[in-house]
């Protein structure tokens, strides 16, 4: 089977004091979900993330929820990090770089990623609540920085403007998400091999 056709999947698990996380991933899915870490609009997100990244996305986290959230959402990105990496392979014959505006209501969120394995995160997003639902705010940043650097992207998502936190929130999760998806598709014309002029990422 050539790239086209091959599945790219992968299951990780991850096992610490505070969180016991699998996450399984699908790259060439449509975007199902079935994910369960308590926060529920976390959850939400997650969902979100899967549907308009067209990436199959099973996640189950157990974590020590009675003492805050922090733990359950940054290993969490970890896992889906490490797991997709873990289903780009070598990474040969994809598209590599994504961008995505994502407009929601007043507001307008853009993400550009590179899957370059030199991981990266620029974070311009400012909440005016510390919390969406139950969820801290603070921790879309940690989310997203674990997500960076175990997947091997340069990510830079930008909330450009906007006043309801629950849009620049979900607006940064769908963003990232179109861009993700962009990155990852194969390009017919690399004929399998690494998008760079060195030959190999």
Known sequence: MGPMTQERTATVSRTTKETDISVTVNLDGTGKSDIETGIGFFDHMLESFSKHSAIDLTVRCKGDLHIDMHHSVEDTGIVIGQAIMKALGDFAGITRFGHA??????????????????????????????????????????????LAGNGGMCLHVENLYGENCHHIAESCFKATARALRAAIAIDPKLGGKPASTKGSL
């Open 101 to 146: 505006y994502v407009p929601m209501d007043e507001t307008l969120s853009r993400t550009s990623l590179d899957l370059c394995k030199r991981p990266y995160l620029v974070w311009k997003v400012h909440f005016s609540r510390d919390k969406i639902g139950e969820m801290d705010t603070e921790l879309f940043k940690e989310f997203f920085h674990a």
